[in-house]
């Protein structure tokens, strides 16, 4: 019988990637993926470390399989990606029943990592005396198996750059349309780790440094995912217009590259996220307004509208230049649609700053805002250097209050859409689809416009991942609501 995994992903579209490749990688060796972690002997958690909420989370989950693996001792119970990087072997004294930790540079050996578990062949050298978890409570080793595998990149400040790098490259394994769960959408990787040290941001810590992919590479892993039926190409970068490839000769920016992939037949959509304000160039904002492929959408957080917050999370703009982007964005692609992500409640944020953020968004009119509460992650500049002074009540009133501006404003720009038909690509099958009869002949559908606003609508399942057109005949901030033409 095959080996069976269970993979349950947080965090952003990077996990999503790698946990996608992991599963296809394990797939390659004859295991068989399941949707519940009791039909499983391996159970793995893709974590992210960005707030502590998330890392709180995960924490609990696997709290709760420790009657599971007391039951089933033989269960293997893994933890990566970006929490596995930053905990490292504490992970073992919080869940003493988990069995390895691998951090993200070292996914692409996941299947070797869990097969030297199962023959208890743990070759790491690991503190021998775990001590007592952070609790007080004594750790019982005795219960699980004595042996665990820690395999994390090198520390960012540990040696030579050439090393750390290499210790958090990715890996890329040759997924098939049959190994994706949506073949007719793919997450591309281009870029990965970070350089910015952004002073609340854990990121260039635990994804490593910068690197980029060659553009050849890139380009001949979206030439195959289109052979195999993929129609919208989303390439992921922590810094994703930053991208610059000097491995060729000539330099390859966002903008050529984005050229290069236009040409590739079967692909009708690409995007890219996530933008940092200092690389939005206009050979880019030309390359969007030029290339039909291109979705006019851009994902490029301003994270405070205070001058002196920016400065202080080591942001390296001000909220003017990042105002004088945005006319550069709306002069060149006037129908452009921008996101931004926003932290309220960062060190010493006072009521004034807070309100030149709420300024800036009911200015910008932005498509959407994911907005966040400042998280103190060790390890930052933040953290070194400022008080986490800012009550969570505060933080909490700031959110709700900056989330309501930013959703009148979604549902007043939703408003034009009553009555239009728009092009859509049906993504798949809805939340709500999901209570509907599995037999039956139609269900509710999502899809999104090439502005990445979301679309339900009831249609047979057979439109999954065909691009078609829908009239919007009702919408709320979040959705419109479409009829099939
Ligand atoms: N606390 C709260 N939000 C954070 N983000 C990144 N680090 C933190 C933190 N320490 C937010 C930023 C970023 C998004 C992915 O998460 O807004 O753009
Ligand atoms: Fe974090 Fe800044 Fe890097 Fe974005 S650019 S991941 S916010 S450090």
């Known amino acids: 019988m095959p080996h069976r995994v269970y993979i349950q992903t947080v965090g952003c579209q990077m996990n999503v990637l790698d946990s996608e490749l992991a599963a296809a990688d394990l797939m390659q060796v004859g295991y068989e993926l399941v949707h519940s972690p009791r039909e499983a002997d391996t159970i793995l958690y893709n974590t992210?470390?960005?707030?502590?909420?998330?890392?709180?989370?995960?924490?609990?989950?696997?709290?709760?399989?420790?009657?599971?693996?007391?039951k089933r001792p033989d269960l293997i119970i893994g933890v990566?990606?970006?929490?596995?990087?930053?905990?490292?072997?504490?992970?073992?004294?919080?869940?003493?029943?988990?069995?390895?930790?691998?951090?993200?540079?070292?996914?692409?050996?996941?299947?070797?990592?869990?097969?030297?578990?199962?023959?208890?062949?743990?070759?790491?050298?690991?503190?021998?005396?775990?001590?007592?978890?952070?609790?007080?409570?004594?750790?019982?080793?005795?219960?699980?198996?004595?042996?665990?595998?820690?395999?994390?990149?090198?520390?960012?400040a540990s040696g030579r750059r050439k090393d750390i790098s290499e210790s958090f490259k990715t890996f890329n394994v040759n997924r098939t349309a049959a190994m994706r769960s949506v073949p007719h959408q793919a997450l591309v990787r281009i870029a990965f780790g970070c350089d910015r040290f952004c002073a609340y941001c854990v990121v260039p810590r635990v994804r490593g440094p910068e690197q980029n992919r060659p553009a050849a590479e890139i380009e001949e892993e979206v030439r195959r995912l289109a052979d195999g039926g993929c129609l919208e190409i989303t390439l992921l970068g922590q810094t994703v217009n930053g991208y610059r490839d000097d491995s060729g000769g000539a330099t390859v920016?966002?903008?050529?590259?984005?050229?290069?992939?236009?040409?590739?037949?079967?692909?009708?959509?690409?995007k890219f996220v996530t933008n940092h304000p200092n690389y939005m160039t206009d050979d880019l904002l030309a390359a969007m307004r030029d290339l039909?492929?291109?979705?006019?959408?851009?994902?490029?957080?301003?994270?405070?509208?205070?001058?002196?917050?920016?400065?202080?999370?080591?942001?390296?703009?001000?909220?003017e230049q990042y105002r004088e982007m945005l006319e550069r964005i709306r002069e060149k692609i006037?129908?452009?649609?921008?996101?931004?992500?926003?932290?309220?409640?960062?060190?010493?944020?006072?009521?004034?700053?807070?309100?030149?953020?709420?300024?800036?968004?009911?200015?910008?009119?932005?498509?959407?805002?994911?907005?966040?509460k400042y998280s103190s992650r060790p390890g930052t500049k933040a953290a070194e250097l400022y008080a986490d002074d800012i009550s969570e009540e505060v933080k909490r009133r700031r959110n709700n209050e900056l989330l309501a501006v930013q959703n009148a404003i979604c549902l007043e720009d939703n408003q034009p859409y009553l009555g239009r038909t728009v092009e859509i690509l049906v993504e798949g099958p809805s939340k709500v689809a999901r209570k509907q009869p599995p037999g039956a002949a139609t269900v509710q559908l999502v899809g999104r416009t090439v502005h990445d606003r979301i679309v339900v609508f009831d249609g047979p399942r057979e439109l999954i991942g065909k691009i078609i057109e829908v009239t919007i005949e009702k919408l709320d901030p979040f959705t419109l609501f479409g009829k099939l033409l």
């Open 80 to 156: 990566m990606g970006c929490m596995a990087q930053k905990d490292r072997d504490a992970i073992f004294r919080r869940a003493p029943h988990v069995d390895l930790v691998v951090g993200p540079g070292q996914l692409g050996r996941l299947p070797e990592f869990i097969d030297r578990v199962r023959r208890g062949d743990n070759l790491s050298p690991l503190p021998t005396d775990f001590g007592p978890a952070p609790g007080g409570e004594p750790v019982a080793r005795a219960v699980f198996q004595p042996s665990k595998l820690l395999e994390i990149g090198l520390d960012r």
């Open 48 to 70: 992210c470390s960005v707030r502590q909420h998330a890392e709180d989370k995960i924490y609990s989950a696997l709290g709760r399989l420790k009657p599971l693996k007391q």
């Open 334 to 372: 006037p129908q452009a649609a921008v996101a931004s992500d926003f932290i309220v409640g960062f060190c010493g944020e006072t009521e004034e700053e807070f309100q030149q953020t709420v300024e800036l968004v009911r200015t910008a009119r932005f498509k959407n805002s994911f907005i966040f």
């Open 292 to 319: 039909p492929k291109v979705s006019p959408y851009l994902h490029v957080p301003a994270q405070s509208g205070a001058n002196e917050i920016l400065r202080r999370m080591k942001r390296g703009y001000t909220v």
């Open 253 to 270: 920016r966002l903008s050529d590259l984005l050229h290069r992939l236009h040409e590739i037949a079967g692909i009708r959509r690409l």
